[in-house]
């Protein structure tokens, strides 16, 4: 018994030493359970649903920030002090948004005074319409609103598109910060990328650093991209408007062609605002030729526009676009839909460098 013992020990002692992440069977690993990473999830969520306002708001900056940036290299050299090259290019945003405001409201108040005279008729045809709805709702009584004694609440689509704006104080005091995050942004960029890399472990930074620079390029990339789209469509809608003798085109066809970039809803609400415009001035045949007009500028755009500013620069597949509107929109409303395509392309590209999230990446892409 000894003797065994003993061979047993010395044979032991003969065996090579494994190393550290050998020794470890892959079965016998710890493992994070899906519990935890869908917990992960669920927190991530909530932040973005309670602190949504917070958070569009610093997204908005962000986006600004990024398409002031090249202005304000340009003024660097010149040269003038970054500072004063970032208040410069803040001065004329605000400027810029200031005149576009003044002169929208001129142009509201006017639009509105002509359109008030046509508003029984615009209630007419409304209410004609609900009643049909009514009529062919109320034609399956098995349907659960319809059961007698029932009460069913519409559906508030305003609070829906709405949502995260919270009241017009509320929205006003939030977006008094744009200016200001967007100036300490543009004078602190490098500061900021450089900081934000030193949290990140020695043997990370590397990485960390190549997936900021990428993720600046695509969101630079995306937002001028949809300001010269939305320059292009504007100007064209008020062009074919302003030939089709239609009412307010200088006006309408602007709203409607930067109407037409918001993702999932676009083409409808720029059918919409000059089908609005156009209350009392437009008969059956111009209704068809606002719609043709509309959705034609929306392909030409989709098809020729899109990959010739923004390219492959995004590389997410309709799928998953689909998905993050959907979510986005749910979470922040309006906004949501706005911010769902940068949020979910600046995720790909951090997926595609982190070796777990690699699959995930794979899933949103093209």
Known sequence: MGYDMRMAIDEAQELPTLPAEVAVSPSKAQKP???FTALGVATILGICYWAELVLAVILVAVLLAFILAPLMDLLIRLPLPRGLAAAIVVLLLVTLVAGLVYYSSNQAVTFLQDVSKYT?????????????????????????????????????????????????GQTLLAASFVPFLVYFMLTWQHHLRSATVMLFPMQNRHTAYVTLGLISAMIRTFMVGNLLIGLFMAVASTAIFGILHFPFFYFVGFISGFL?????????????????????????????????????LHVFSLNVLYPKFLGNRLQLNPLAVTMALLVWGWLWGAMGLVLAIPITAAMKIIFDHVQSLKPYAVWLGE
């Open 33 to 35: 359970h899906w519990a």
């Open 120 to 168: 029984s008729r615009a209630r007419e045809v409304i209410e004609r319409f609900r009643q049909q709805v009514e009529t062919l709702d109320s034609l399956n009584p098995g349907r659960p609103g319809n059961q007698p004694g029932t009460v069913r609440a519409g559906t508030n689509w305003t609070e829906i598109l709405t949502r995260g704006f919270g009241s017009f």
């Open 260 to 296: 037409s970039l918001i993702p999932y809803l676009g083409v409808l609400l720029a059918i919409a605002a000059p089908l609005f415009a156009g209350i009392g001035h437009i008969d059956s045949a111009d209704v068809v030729l606002i719609i043709v007009t509309v959705v034609g």
